[in-house]
């Protein structure tokens, strides 16, 4: 039987200051989020500054209600996980001084994780049966990826996009629609009572074989629709315009999703990310899968939004392989997702 291990992780990538315990990298004891929505919703948006010391705030009393919570000590920890990118990089370094603080001060290693890693394996948290290899669809604010996962540390990005990700241009067309900050949830709500046909808005880079993503263009052209409609005096049709924005981002997301696991030759798909909350894409990738035979798994709501228990579970299989950082660990708000082998 596998020892005992028990992982505290930390994440403060964006404008979650969140923290989790976990037993062996898939039992959650607990997993704490403090979310600084209601702070940004004035602003439209996320406020890095506002963000960065919103996460000094809240990080120390955000792991003592963690802890308090999965009914641990400090010094039961065997290993601290943390983001260190991507993501905002006054918001990144308060999360990597925490966790660097309590290893040293706790004598255990510091365990550097890649967000978007996190976001993937929050699949093996929602469905324990989940074993690789398998395709995930990374779908997230600042990100759009697909990446073949053939082991818990073995990935290859199959593709990614070129400008805008998918979540960005949710957020984006929402705030120029005037919906309420987070966007994307809003445009889902109302494309619900829109027609998905109602504007034929482009889909870039539709070409069979081609895994990247693009939604700049169709970002510029509801852009351009919703000016051109107003400086005409039309009346617009807002459920229309969020429906056939949405169908022109699920079709994309879909196509190549579903050619990249044909193309790899193996037969699950995972969604991860922000946008693996959005219902339609859940609701089509879903229904498509289920013609094709194809396996298809995605997290519940609370592990689709930035949490530490994804970060802990990432941690523990890069902690498997001693994958360890020192001290001078670094924010990188840059990172990317790139291919890892499997050592040994």
Do not use: W
Request: charged share 20%.
């Amino acid at each position: 039987m596998e020892e005992r291990c028990l992982t505290l992780a930390i994440e403060t990538s964006c404008d979650e200051t969140s923290a989790a315990v976990l037993v062996n990298g898939r039992e959650i004891l607990a997993n704490i989020i403090s979310s600084q929505v209601p702070v940004h919703q004035k602003f439209g948006g996320v406020v890095p500054e506002i963000a960065s010391r919103k996460h000094i705030e809240n990080v120390i009393p955000v792991v003592d209600a963690c802890l308090k919570e999965a009914n641990v000590k400090l010094e039961d920890i065997n290993h601290i996980g943390v983001t260190y990118g991507p993501g905002l990089v006054g918001a990144l370094l308060v999360g990597v001084a925490a966790a660097k603080s309590l290893s040293y001060i706790l004598d255990v290693p510091l365990i550097g994780v890649n967000h978007l890693e996190g976001h993937i394996f929050a699949n093996f948290l929602a469905h324990p049966e989940l074993k690789p290899p398998f395709v995930a669809l990374v779908v997230s604010g600042g990100h759009t990826s697909l990446v073949h996962v053939k082991d818990y540390n073995d990935f290859e990005l199959i593709g990614q996009t070129r400008d805008d990700a998918a979540g960005e241009a949710f957020d984006k067309v929402a705030r120029v629609m005037g919906l309420p900050y987070p966007g994307g949830p809003q445009i889902d709500r109302l494309a619900k009572a829109g027609n998905p046909e109602a504007i034929d808005f482009p889909q870039a880079l539709h070409e069979k074989g081609n895994f990247e993503f693009s939604f700049s263009g169709l970002k510029s052209a509801v852009l351009n629709y919703l000016n051109s409609a107003k400086q005409k005096g039309e009346e617009i049709n807002q459920a229309d315009v969020a429906a056939s924005f949405q169908r022109a981002v699920i079709e994309v997301l879909v196509h190549k999703a579903l050619q990249a696991v044909k193309s790899v030759g193996v037969n699950t798909l995972v969604l991860a990310g922000g946008v693996a909350a959005n219902s339609a894409l859940r609701e089509r990738l879903n229904n498509e899968c289920e013609k094709t035979n194809i396996e298809f798994c995605y997290p519940t709501p609370i592990l689709c939004t930035d949490n530490a228990a994804m970060i802990g579970c990432r941690a523990y299989y890069q902690s498997r392989l001693k994958e360890y950082s020192d001290l001078y660990l670094n924010a990188v708000p840059s990172l990317k997702l790139t291919s890892k082998v499997q050592a040994g």
